[in-house]
């Protein structure tokens, strides 16, 4: 495995552009920029290149500039998708602050001053700064067996799960007309009725689909993503499921 030095950290600079983006137009060689304990679980956590690229594509084409990244990770979908679009300024947030320091480092190697990160919980942040979301099934992690899990540096646990659903399902909600939604591999809970599923295309063995916020309403239904299709179910039925998900004595 050959580690390419993309620049110089004191100085900030960009030595080789031509390789800068090919590492991002790639998957072995990005990931070969990653430590190996990040880089082993790349095919589980991280965004594929491939799919990192058409998402940046659908922000530009929609008119969506200032992008969230909950749960970032390392940052691959957000240096890859700001490297393909630099129109867009890609904000990763992480509570894993390794990772965000990984981020952070690999965007100043390939010089994408429109990407930065943050460490914190995403769903506990103020999301009207920005105009486009992107999920890759984030919240998921809190109810895999703890052998599947990144690492347990965070908290993580099934009443998590239900809460931070309910927060993101609020803040969709209140987002602006027009609000750019990507998901892969599913949110993992609950999309306001409001928001029209305008593509949804296939991206290796799952879907990536696209919502946009239309006119704010109130509704008693909401959509439910699975892997083959989209479902519209009861609000107050998925409300009851998570609230008493979030009631749960942690295990």
């Known amino acids: 495995m050959t580690r390419i030095r993309l620049s110089d950290p004191r100085r900030g600079d960009v030595r080789n552009l031509g390789l800068s983006a090919h590492v991002v137009a790639q998957d072995t060689l990005f990931d070969e920029q990653l430590p190996r304990y990040v880089r082993e679980r790349s095919g589980q956590f991280w965004t594929p290149v491939a799919v990192a690229s058409r998402v940046a594509a659908i922000f530009r084409q929609r008119g969506a500039t200032r992008i969230l990244d909950v749960g970032c990770g390392p940052g691959k979908f957000c240096l890859v998708a700001g490297s393909r679009q ?3 300024d890609v904000h990763g947030i992480d509570q894993r602050s390794r990772l965000v ?5 690999l965007a100043r190697q390939l010089g994408t001053p429109n990407v930065r990160f943050s460490v914190a919980d995403a769903t506990a ?3 009207d700064a920005y105009d486009g979301f992107y999920f890759f099934n984030p919240f998921c992690e809190n109810v895999m067996q703890r052998s599947e899990r990144f690492d ?3 908290p993580l646990s099934t009443p998590r799960f239900g809460a931070e659903l309910l927060r993101v399902e609020r803040l ?3 987002a602006a007309p027009g609000t750019v939604v990507v998901t892969y591999f599913g949110l993992g809970g609950p999309i306001p009725s409001s928001y029209e599923l305008v593509s949804d295309e296939r991206a290796g063995a799952v879907r990536l689909r696209t919502w946009v916020q239309g ?3 109130r509704s008693g239904s909401a959509w439910l993503e699975t892997v083959g299709k989209v479902m519209s179910v009861s609000r ?5 499921v998570l609230a008493t998900l979030a009631s749960k004595a942690t295990s």
């Open 215 to 217: 006119r704010r309403r």
């Open 125 to 127: 942040v103020p999301w």
């Open 172 to 174: 969709l909600e209140q």
């Open 236 to 240: 107050r039925d998925m409300h009851r």
């Open 101 to 105: 320091r990984l981020g952070s480092r």
């Open 86 to 88: 630099p129109e867009l």
């Open 152 to 154: 347990h540096k965070v």
